[in-house]
């Protein structure tokens, strides 16, 4: 695997394959890789025979007072798991090469795909996840890219950005990877004590328990809401939303919409988990 840790390196790097006719396929992360990751890794190989991963922890994404400075920086490990999948380059910039100077210039999604949901509890949020991918995008240039599911939202909004923006590439959605108790994997969870790690499978069981609801012809969606972060709060947890919506917009639904997703986010003692699971 080749690292590349500047803009120009990358770009000419990628210019050679795709001069030679291979098909780039991108896979944008955080870091602080978990089998998560490496399955759209390995998903991305069936879609291409160019594999890039980046690695950068985007600033503008984070709030302030949110866990940017602590977010796992595990770069070596993190090599490791991208040789053995199979990746064959590696962006990972550091902060000043990205953002040389402050990034005034930024990708604002429509508030009705970013102010809702993740949105309303974190603003900006989405604005500095579009921002961060447009820029990779024009760095890496590549025919696909994955995204993984548990970020229902993200992959809306970015999907929206691409078509939008008539960007020449195709985007590719990677299924929920979760630990065998239905946890959805996240680099997050590692934040968790094992008291936290042993209760926080309530949340996915929840969201079943609503998708359960709803497809045995259950219409009243806030009750149904309402009932799911009770029974949250009553474990011990401090619900931001459970939300039926649909899937193509996250917009409520109307009792004949069918293509539905429940989407959730709360706390567990100091983490915030998100989940969602398609109706």
Sequence with gaps: MQIYTTIAACRAALGTERQAGRRIVFVPTMGNLHEGHIALMQKAREHGDCIVASIFVNRLQFRPGEDFDKYPRTLEADCEKLVAAGVDYLFAPPEAELYPSPQRYVVEPPPEHA?????????????????????????????????????????????????????????????????????????????????????????????????????????????LETEAMDHLRAHGWVPDYVAVRKRIDLQCPTPEDISLVVLAAARLGSTRLIDNLEI
Excluded: W
């Excluded at 065998?180 to 968790?192: I, M, Q």
């Design 115 to 223: 102010a809702i949901l993740e949105g309303e509890f974190r603003p900006g949020h989405f604005r500095g996840v579009a921002t961060v991918v447009m820029k990779l995008f024009s760095i890496v240039q590549p025919h696909a890219a994955l995204f993984g599911k548990k970020d229902y939202q993200q992959f809306m909004v970015l999907s929206s950005m691409v078509r939008e923006f008539a960007l020449p590439i195709e985007i590719i959605p990677g299924e929920t990877v979760r630990a065998p108790d239905g946890l959805a994997l996240s680099s997050r969870n590692g934040y968790l004590s094992p008291e936290e790690r042993a209760e926080a499978p309530r949340l996915y069981r929840t969201l079943l328990n609503v998708a359960e609801a709803v497809r045995s012809g259950c219409r009243d969606y806030a009750r």
